[in-house]
């Protein structure tokens, strides 16, 4: 019998369900840092980035809830044809929760700025 596509996912990982969707939660984060830093922004696009980035999250296994915030004030109405502001770190704001099997995760990035650094961590993990 052929085995589905989760149980063969699931075969690989040797970790409790907490720590695997604190796993997917990382990943799906760092996919989102390195995927959309570096994108033209103006405040003409802000919102719609915003929801793409939301939107493409939500069809990601185990993403029941995120919320995409990009800091405004950064931004500046175009000035001319090549004026344009780039997506930063800096700028991202991410909240998530993921749930896996009997674990539900609540993750963010957010840029922390004593550090001078945009961090992803895990505000609460608990059992559902």
Known sequence: MRKSREATADSHFKCSDSERAAFEAGIKMGTNYHQFVGVPLGVENVGTLEKAIEAGCLVQPFVERVVVKIDRSKLRRKRGQYDYVSLTGDMLAVSMVLRYKSARVSASMK?????????????????V
Request: no cysteine; charged share 30%; hydrophobic share 55%.
């Open 111 to 127: 840029f922390i700025k004593d550090m001078n650094y945009p961090l992803m961590f895990i505000e609460a993990i608990e059992r």
